[in-house]
């Protein structure tokens, strides 16, 4: 059972490089969220895409892009990294939007370093 | 406007007590949800339980439980018997409908240590 799998695990980049980070749900889930966890921030959220198609901004947007690729893919892109942006990113997916109770199931976590 | 707190940056606790990490919530939402979440050294985010705000007791998940106050807007987690591997991070979560859709937003997180 794979759930929800995240790629690359590290990445280090120098200031002004791009890349993109995958996401990847075999859960047959609606919505798909990036989060980005800082130390004593806990996890913000950045972008989400509550289905196929769709894709809303979520608190901390600016630097990022995201695509929903098709249901089981939602990929997170940085144009031009920067230091700011150093972090562990988080993909996660839930089931039906209209349950309250549905909980998020999270990747392993991506760590990356902009210098 | 949502937000989850978390006062309590590190808490302490000895093998088998109980320790309360506390976690207070602001939403104009009528119907909302709480979670809790685990996170270990090794980074995985863990679901360990839920209280919806229309739940008539505090939920419990095994040596887990949830003293919610509505009234206080307060959803603290309770765990009992602590274990070395109750050392982690903790993070407050909540689900509204503020904004049109039901996000998830997190608190700041409660790093636990459970000393021998």
């Known amino acids: 059972n794979a759930g929800v799998t995240q790629t690359p695990k590290f990445q280090v980049l120098k200031t002004g490089q791009s890349m993109t980070l995958q996401c990847a749900q075999d859960?047959?889930?609606?919505?798909m969220y990036w989060y980005r966890q800082d130390p004593g921030m806990g996890l913000r959220l950045i972008y989400y895409?509550?289905?196929?198609?769709?894709?809303d901004k979520g608190e901390v947007p600016n630097g990022y892009n995201v695509s929903r690729l098709n249901k089981r893919e939602f990929s997170l892109r940085l144009e031009s990294a920067a230091p700011s942006q150093t972090s562990v990113y988080f993909c996660?997916?839930?089931?039906?939007?209209?349950?309250?109770?549905?909980?998020?199931?999270f990747g392993s976590g991506t760590q990356l370093s902009v210098l | 406007a949502q937000k989850i707190t978390q006062t309590q940056p590190g808490m302490f606790v000895q093998e088998k007590e109980a320790v309360t990490l506390d976690c207070t919530y602001d939403?104009?939402?009528?119907?909302?949800?709480l979670f809790w979440y685990k996170q270990p050294s090794s980074g995985e985010m863990i679901f360990l339980i839920y209280?919806?705000?229309?739940?008539?007791q505090n939920a419990t998940e095994g040596r887990y439980s949830l003293n919610f106050q509505k009234a206080r807007k307060s959803a603290n987690l309770v765990i009992s018997a602590s274990q070395l591997g109750d050392s982690a991070m903790y993070f407050c979560a909540m689900r509204g409908f503020s904004g049109g859709y039901n996000k998830l937003i997190f608190g700041a997180g409660t790093r636990l240590a459970v000393h021998p």
């Open positions: 939403t104009s939402d009528q119907s909302y949800g």
């Open positions: 895409s509550a289905s196929e198609g769709t894709t």
């Open positions: 859960m047959n889930h609606n919505s």
């Open positions: 209280q919806g705000s229309y739940d008539e």
């Open positions: 996660a997916s839930s089931g039906r939007r209209d349950r309250m109770r549905e909980k998020l199931f």
